[in-house]
């Protein structure tokens, strides 16, 4: 089977310096493969996809196929690394349009503060049969917490008793608020493992119930996640392409590009890109240190921002999601009238001319300065996903520990929270009322 590839032609690193760094990058690869580095403890994703627990693994299959049956749309609650990873996953394999074309339709909630959002989604599903998925490690996270206990009203009322068939739950194994409703209400529920943060959770219940769900194929994406950590856990530098890229990454940092891009060609990879996002900016921005992770989806995008990247300031790097091949696509038809001087391509495919705009633009960015890493897929599919998803955790783990950060935990994220929660206790004082 192809393998994902790494390309660096385009990102003006030489030889030297990768011989530079490379011991820096071996050693971080060594402290985190042999648990050694700070809070290693949260580290248990690792392995995970060669340790799942084989009951709990059949009981998702079998709540995924209760929910394809007796519901024409699920609604997943949760935020940050709750969702992001379904989210991308469903997105990614079951396509563009796809609540259109497929079934069950995924919904998401829990994921914003937007009265607005909600109002129009409950108007959205009230007239469908509905499943809920809830994933929250402590059950007390606001945005997920608030749209729990307004959708949990909602299916109560409208199914009764068989509400508590309806509503899944996916918490910790033992406390928490959330697993205390779930013991009390009798919900099926999924265990968020305590070894393994919200951004790495994509092969946990978290990710893999949703998943199941939707109709993708997990055991393929358990599959894809087995050959990742065969193939990216060996300790040898020049044939592992997660410390390649690591390399490249601190490197790139090192000489002045505080910015990553990760740039696209589809929009149905938008939320890979989301998630990558949260991946890299929780695990590495800390203590005034880390790079920046942004997205662009090109070549939408090239409309919009590509005047910067091409002429602006030179503080960022490309990194492009490359994929080979696609199941569908659209061919060029003939006109007989040419208005518009395209019958030269006349029989291309859009992949084709997609995939000239994406070399078009690479070699344009770096006329202008602008450092290109290239990431090829054979084709976008559940093992390709499952490995692509490995890949990048395993390199943020490294770059984070070569870049001197915890990359595990995320301590200014409670800071918002803190505030946010003064300021509501302050106005319940006050007798306030919106």
């Given at each position: 089977m192809e393998n994902i590839k790494l390309n660096l032609e385009g990102s003006f690193i030489s030889e030297e310096e990768m011989k530079k760094i490379q011991p820096e990058i071996m050693a971080a690869q060594?402290?985190?493969?042999?648990?050694?580095?700070i809070s290693s403890e949260m580290t248990g994703w690792l392995?995970?996809?060669?340790?799942?627990?084989?009951?709990?693994?059949?009981?998702?299959k079998t709540a995924a196929k209760y929910i394809q049956k007796n519901c024409e749309a699920f609604i997943l609650l949760g935020i940050g690394g709750s969702y992001l990873g379904a989210k991308a996953a469903i997105e990614a394999i079951?396509?563009?349009?796809?609540?259109?074309?497929?079934r069950p339709q995924v919904y998401y909630a829990g994921q914003n503060l937007s009265g607005q959002y909600l109002?129009?989604?409950?108007?959205?599903?009230?007239?469908?049969?509905?499943?809920?998925?809830?994933i929250s490690?402590?059950?007390?996270?606001?945005?997920?917490?608030?749209?729990?206990?307004?959708?949990?009203?909602l299916m109560e009322e409208k199914y009764k008793e068989e509400s508590k068939e309806r509503i899944?739950?996916?918490?910790?194994?033992?406390?928490?608020?959330?697993?205390?409703?779930?013991?009390?209400?009798?919900?099926?529920?999924?265990?968020?493992?305590?070894?393994?943060?919200?951004?790495?959770?994509?092969?946990?219940?978290?990710?893999?119930?949703?998943?199941?769900?939707?109709?993708?194929?997990?055991?393929?994406?358990?599959?894809?996640?087995?050959?990742?950590i065969e193939e990216y856990t060996i300790r040898n530098f020049?044939?592992?392409?997660?410390?390649?890229?690591?390399?490249?990454?601190?490197?790139?940092?090192?000489?002045?590009?505080?910015?990553?891009?990760?740039?696209n060609y589809e929009p149905s990879y938008i939320f890979i890109a989301e998630w990558w996002k949260q991946l890299f900016g929780e695990s590495e921005g800390k203590d005034g240190k880390g790079i920046f992770p942004g997205s662009l989806n090109f070549t939408t995008d090239l409309h919009s921002m590509g005047q910067f990247v091409q002429d602006g300031r030179k503080i960022f790097f490309e990194t492009t999601i490359s994929v080979e091949s696609f199941k569908e696509d659209v061919e060029i038809p003939f006109d007989k009238n040419d208005f518009d001087k395209l019958n030269y391509i006349v029989g291309k495919k859009l992949s084709y001319i997609n995939?000239?705009?994406?070399?078009?633009?690479?070699?344009?960015?770096?006329?202008?300065?602008?450092?290109?890493?290239?990431?090829?897929?054979?084709?976008?599919?559940?093992?390709?996903l499952g490995k692509l998803f490995y890949f990048f955790m395993l390199t943020c783990g490294i770059s984070g520990y070569t870049n001197g950060v915890d990359p595990f935990t995320q301590p200014g994220v409670e800071a918002y929270k803190k505030n946010m929660f003064k300021l509501l206790k302050e106005n319940k004082r006050k007798g306030y009322r919106p």
């Open positions: 060594e402290i985190l493969l042999n648990r050694k580095g392995d995970y996809a060669n340790k799942i627990d084989k009951k709990e693994y059949q009981d998702i079951r396509g563009d349009f796809h609540n259109e074309l497929c109002k129009r989604l409950i108007q959205l599903v009230k007239e469908k049969e509905v499943c809920i998925i809830v490690k402590s059950g007390t996270t606001l945005e997920t917490a608030i749209a729990f206990r307004i959708f949990k009203e899944f739950v996916v918490t910790d194994k033992e406390k928490g608020a959330l697993k205390s409703v779930s013991n009390l209400e009798e919900y099926k529920s999924f265990v968020v493992p305590d070894r393994v943060g919200g951004r790495y959770s994509v092969m946990t219940p978290v990710g893999l119930l949703p998943m199941a769900a939707a109709g993708l194929n997990i055991d393929k994406f358990i599959e894809g996640m087995k050959s990742a020049e044939n592992n392409i997660c410390c390649i890229y690591a390399a490249a990454r601190n490197i790139l940092n090192r000489k002045g590009k505080e910015i990553e891009i990760l740039v995939k000239k705009a994406f070399e078009g633009t690479f070699m344009a960015h770096s006329e202008g300065y602008v450092p290109g890493i290239v990431i090829s897929l054979p084709k976008m599919d559940e093992y390709y």
